[in-house]
């Protein structure tokens, strides 16, 4: 099953509105995007596609006779009807919205699609049952090849957004929350999860530590930062899965607007010293 980023952010929104996921761990929501890319393929009979997902619900995809998709069942576990999504089409063959029904045929909404050719921005706007805008996507395709999405609500307040791009043969999808920090990341290669890394911050807004876990979601290691009066970090600490401090890096600066680090092992013993200028450029290691 291909990736939907446009679903996935407008699943993550809606299960942050209903209180869902307001303590759930990003690492809990990626993994459930990668199992969902790789799902077995479907079977199709006379128009139907019967795909099974990673819930193993039964999601039911009706076709007309050229293949277009014009509705989708959505079934429970017990095979009982979930809800039912019809596509509407415009004269040209472009989806222009996606009509939502709940289990007993009531409308609960709606998706409409809409693509400014001048920007290249695509626009997905969800409305209620009374028509209100709950949420819209903004997602577009970069020059680089990198795809972005904002989820804002309906006065355009930004409530997340993500990235997803290439690079060097590994999927890379970043998630970044309403003021823009990094929340999460996920790095795929071939299908199959690398790493996924959680990012979490302070009161002031500062990066506090940074989570790695493995491809089967265990603990590698975590890193700590704490910073200085004037908000610079001066330690980063690293740890590994049991808690125990593998290496530590003191930062100090300078008057001159250089850097100094001092890398330090476990012991604390001192393992380099490593001078930089005020743009960041190594001058002198020992």
């Known amino acids: 099953m291909p990736f939907d980023i446009q679903n996935f952010i407008s699943n993550l929104i809606n299960q942050e509105k209903s209180g869902v996921n307001k303590s759930a761990d990003i690492n809990t929501l990626l993994q459930q995007v990668i199992s969902a890319q790789n799902q077995p393929s479907y079977v199709q009979t006379s128009g139907t596609i019967f795909p099974v997902n990673n ?23 017990n095979g009982e009807l979930d809800k039912v999504v019809k ?4 004269d040209y063959g472009t989806l222009k919205e996606r009509l939502i029904y709940d289990e007993d045929g009531k409308y ?19 409305t209620d049952a009374y028509g209100n805008i709950t949420d819209i996507l903004e997602s577009k395709q970069n020059p680089d090849g990198s795809k972005t999405s904002i989820t804002r609500d309906a006065s355009g307040n930004i409530l997340s957004a993500s990235k ?67 908000g610079q970090i001066e ?10 401090t593998v290496e530590v890096l003191e930062s100090t600066y300078n008057a001159d607007g250089t850097r100094t680090t001092v890398r330090k092992n476990a012991e604390g013993e001192i393992i380099e010293t490593t001078t930089f200028d005020k743009y960041g450029n190594q001058i002198e290691e020992i």
């Open 164 to 230: 997803l791009e290439e690079r060097n043969g590994q999927t890379i999808m970043t998630i970044f929350n309403a003021q823009g920090k990094r929340t999460g990341r996920q790095i795929t290669q071939n299908g199959e999860v690398v790493q996924t890394i959680n990012y979490s911050y302070n009161q002031a807004g500062k990066l506090e530590k940074s989570v790695y876990r493995d491809s089967e979601g265990e603990l590698q290691r975590t890193l700590y930062f704490s910073y200085n009066s004037d």
């Open 235 to 244: 330690k980063t600490t690293n740890r590994d899965a049991f808690g125990r």
């Open 55 to 77: 819930q193993n619900n039964i999601v039911q995809t009706l076709c007309d006779s050229d293949g277009t998709r014009t509705e989708t069942r959505s079934y429970d576990q």
């Open 108 to 126: 609960t909404g709606k998706m409409s699609f809409e693509s400014d050719p001048l920007t290249g921005v695509n626009k997905t706007i969800s």
């Open 87 to 90: 596509d509407v089409y415009d």
